[in-house]
């Protein structure tokens, strides 16, 4: 090794007029260390350098790497920026491939690039790029941080929209997100933009406080009082303990018996019922814990039927006739389309119906019977 270097890197006049001496002494001195190692170590420890690997920077700075390690793992290891931006290698002077294993005592020059990252290819262990977990894992937390800062942008600017749309564009962000219950607007913006939080709970935080409703905590605990006196609703919604009070379904969920339910108090709107799951409805309770209210599904009277607004999800590959057959379930199935939302970025349809229900048990039938039309991907309720 000692002899190749002095011959192959150095030559008999050395670079550029440095004598061959001075051009690898540090590297003899190196590797004299690490075989000086080898031998006080051998006879107590065994196979000391089964697993590990020790091979050299161009400035003869030593880098230990587990056996097995690539030109990227060595990338890595030196600093986490040339990980990123490695594109090739030189192993002794050699240009080889990124996925070549190193050995005891070589001397690597990364090739990198200006700007960039990682690519997903180097995750996939059939492609032998990473041998190092340290390597894998610097490589995941590029793209997770890749994929929180592009939930970060959809969803600034999904907020923005809503406030140009309410008028409110002079509203400071990170006043927005701590009244909304959120550490700063970035943290606002990324579960807006992972579709984890509604638009419309960002609405009503917006619009002004209206008038307050005829009802009040003294009449619901006046109401309370007659609970024994109380009757179920002819149908709808029972609040449990008061007769007769105004009720709405909430949009962002739009419940339907049996679901599990709970009411929000509104100012001016009466009581919002919720799923029991309802991201809103679970923020709320975080909240506004105050305004939480019990609520049960109350009976149907005899010979009528409830129906309910819910909300259909279907993803497909996008496809002629996919509509129409779309539709025919629903028509088959004798369920009422009231409303259609579509759209088809880059040949996937992506495709929202509301369809009226009197019992959400029955739904599961039907995007059974739509999973199974040629082409989509998924059905379910929004």
Known sequence: MAA?????????????????????????AVLRQLLAWERD?????????????????????????PHGAT????AYAVHTT?????????????????T???????????????????????????????????????????????????????????????LQREGKTATKLEDLAHQLGFESALQLFEVVGKDEFSLRTIEAQLRPPEPEPEFNERMLAKAGQDKAASKSPRGGVLVVGVDSLLTQMARCCRPAPPDAIGGFVTKGRGVSIHRANCADFLHLNH????????????????????????????????????????SDVFAREKMN?????????????????????SDAKRLNKVLSL?????????????
């Open 287 to 326: 909240t506004h814990v105050d305004r939480i209210i019990e609520v049960a599904w109350g009976g149907q009277p005899l010979g009528e039927v409830s129906l309910y607004p819910v909300d259909v999800r279907i993803d497909a590959l996008d496809r002629s006739g996919l509509l129409r057959d779309i």
């Open 71 to 74: 030109p990227i793992d060595f």
């Open 82 to 98: 040339v990980g990123h931006r490695c594109r090739g290698a030189h192993v002794d002077g050699v240009m080889v491939p990124l």
């Open 100 to 162: 070549t294993p190193l050995k005891n005592g070589q001397t690597v020059d990364v090739v990198t690039a200006k700007e960039g990252g990682p690519s997903r290819d180097w995750l996939n262990p059939n492609n032998s790029y990473l041998a190092s977990s340290r390597s894998r894992n610097k490589v995941r937390a590029w793209f997770n941080a890749l994929a929180s800062a592009e939930n970060v942008a959809k969803g600034r600017e999904l907020v923005e929209k809503t």
């Open 41 to 65: 170590m051998s006879s107590s420890s065994g196979a000391l350098f089964d697993d590990r690997i020790y091979v050299l920077t161009p400035n003869a700075a030593v880098v230990e790497l």
């Open 4 to 28: 190749h270097w002095a011959y192959k890197e150095a030559g008999a006049k050395g670079y550029a007029g440095v004598s061959a001496n001075t051009a690898y002494d540090g590297k003899i």
């Open 337 to 357: 389309v009231i409303g259609v939302n579509t759209h088809s970025p880059k040949g996937l349809a992506q495709m929202t119906f509301t369809v009226q229900i």
């Open 370 to 382: 739509l999973a199974e039309i040629a082409g989509v991907r998924t059905a379910k309720r929004h």
